[in-house]
T-cell receptor
């Protein structure tokens, strides 16, 4: 069974500092994708970054980078130079094969990040 | 606005009533997903469509739940005989993806429909 674990229910960071949000996963799939989404208080899930299981380089998107350690099955999100607008819930997710051979996303329970001025 | 839109944004109903949610995906997207999110949890997959075909249903989707996407565009999610345990945010997402790819395609989510069952 596929599982995503986010062990940090809440995190605080000072504005302009970097923060790492942890994510570990468990899957028997050989090919899978890892995602991070941001959910502000408005409720909309916003895609941040994607890492393929065969990608050798860590993904980066602006201030977001994904620290992918395949052997440890971890996919931590690093946010550099935190901004007040980064305060939100952050979800790690993994695409996996369902019994039908099709793919779906499984989400972790999320980490609430609060950026302090 | 060309994003995913959901209606209504909020619904309060009494136990036993039926409710229906609508989702309008991004127009060129061929896949449409429904997720349910309860307080303090991540979204849980319910079902997905490729065009008008419902290709996958989670075990979470009891027989009181039915979803349709009749013309491969908008979708509806109906809950019959609502129960208090149905109270949640119902999220719709769409994507344009090729089959077999590990990247399901970036999912574009709507702002959700929050259901409260009294």
């Amino acid at each position: 069974a596929q599982k995503i674990t986010q062990t940090q229910p809440g995190m605080f960071v000072q504005e302009k500092e970097a923060v790492t949000l942890d994510c570990t996963y468990d899957t028997s799939d050989q090919s899978y994708g890892l995602f991070w989404y941001k959910q502000p208080s408005s409720g909309e899930m916003i895609f941040l970054i994607y890492q393929g299981s065969y990608d050798e380089q860590n993904a980066t998107e602006g201030r977001y980078s994904l620290n992918f350690q395949k052997a440890r099955k971890s996919a931590n999100l690093v946010i550099s130079a935190s901004q007040l607008g980064d305060s939100a819930m952050y979800f790690c997710a993994m695409s996996h094969l369902m019994d039908t051979g099709r793919r779906a996303l499984t989400f972790g329970s999320g980490t609430r990040l609060q950026v302090q001025p | 606005d060309t994003g995913v839109s959901q209606d209504p944004r909020h619904k309060i109903t009494k136990r036993g009533q039926n409710v229906t949610f609508r989702c309008d995906p991004i127009s060129e997207h061929n896949r449409l997903y429904w997720y349910r999110q309860t307080l303090g949890q991540g979204p849980e997959f319910l079902t997905y469509f490729q065009n008008e075909a419902q290709l996958e249903k989670s075990r979470l989707l009891s027989d009181r739940f039915s979803a349709e996407r009749p013309k491969g565009s908008f979708s509806t999610l109906e809950i019959q005989r609502t129960e208090q345990g149905d109270s949640a945010m119902y999220l719709c997402a769409s994507s344009l993806a090729t089959s077999g790819s590990p990247n399901t395609g970036e999912l574009f989510f709507g702002e959700g429909s929050r259901l409260t069952v009294l």
